[in-house]
């Protein structure tokens, strides 16, 4: 049979594509992905790389709120770190964070842990732990500060029926941080519980079972098995809060009616307050983009340790 006899179909396209058709074909393959993935770029390059070029050039001026500008240099980052207002607030930063966010993880990871078996209401229940983190923070605010209010306050209350005197929970530095780090914990366990559940519900059934066959208790697997494997969930899970923890401005400020002084002597201030404060109160701008930055390099550090520690869970090096 010769060929011209073959049905069309059978003798394909003898011809070659013309030029046109084949770069736009060429196209549609290489280029056509990063046309779709562009927008969070272009996105991200507008909200989030052209601030921190702004606040960069800008921390190296005294700017004020004229729209006046005058070359400081290192000036401005030289003179936070003589600022004892702005160490006052990295303290009060790193306290808080510290003391929200290890009971935090706990609490999430237990709480998933309980989440990941099987009884009635699942669905229900595991939907349930996010209704804090949709609840208005100025909602929580006036919640918490009711409980923690010195003199008719529930958690008084309570220390009272043990014999304990009541606190000030606004005018005390430590206990300013326990009740907002009280406040933060309140809102996000439920939030990391449910990435903690993600995560557990990747794991192989098939370790499980073959760890029960040998034997080991349902807390050895917890800790041999679980654990381990969530490495990668809970790394996510710890820079995420690591990044939330030092930027803390929403609840310390509700705490004390929306000023943010951080009480009568700063004794909760936070780094992301005493920005606002430099910028927003002061109008010294060039100040405010210093302490920005000072505070991006205070995340990075935070970061790298938490990282680092998470890195080594499970045995890795």
Known sequence: ???????????????????????????????????????????????????????????????????????????NYTALLADEDFWNAVVNTVGMFVIATVPQMLLALFLANALNKRFRFRLAIRMSVLLPLVTSVVAVAV?????????WGLVNWILGGFGLDATNWRAER???????????????????????????????????????????????????ITLPMLRPTMIFVVLNSTIG??????????????????????????????????????????????AAWLLFLLILIGAAINFLFVRRIGGTK
């Open 245 to 290: 923890g030092l930027t803390l401005f929403s609840e310390p400020t509700t705490f004390y009616n929306g000023n943010v002084d951080g009480g009568s002597q700063g004794q909760f201030q936070t780094v992301a307050m005493f920005i606002v404060k430099q910028g927003f109160r002061e109008f010294d701008y060039g100040y405010a983009a210093a």
């Open 1 to 75: 049979m010769s060929l011209d006899t073959l049905p069309r179909a059978a003798r394909g396209n003898r011809r070659a594509d013309p030029p046109g058709r084949r770069w736009r074909s060429r196209m549609d393959v290489k280029a056509m992905p990063y046309a779709l993935v562009s927008p969070y770029f272009i996105l991200f390059a507008a909200f989030g790389l052209f601030p921190l070029a702004f606040t960069l050039y800008y921390s190296l001026y005294d700017y004020d709120l004229a729209g006046t500008t005058e070359w400081a240099g290192w000036g």
């Open 174 to 224: 430590v206990p300013s941080w326990i009740a907002i780090a009280t406040m933060v914990d309140w809102r996000w366990t439920g939030y990391n519980a449910i990435i903690f559940l993600a995560g557990m519900q990747t794991i192989p059934r098939d370790l499980y079972e073959a760890a029960a066959i040998d034997g080991a208790s349902r807390r050895r697997q917890f800790w041999q």
């Open 143 to 151: 919640v918490f500060t009711q409980l923690f209010a010195r003199d």
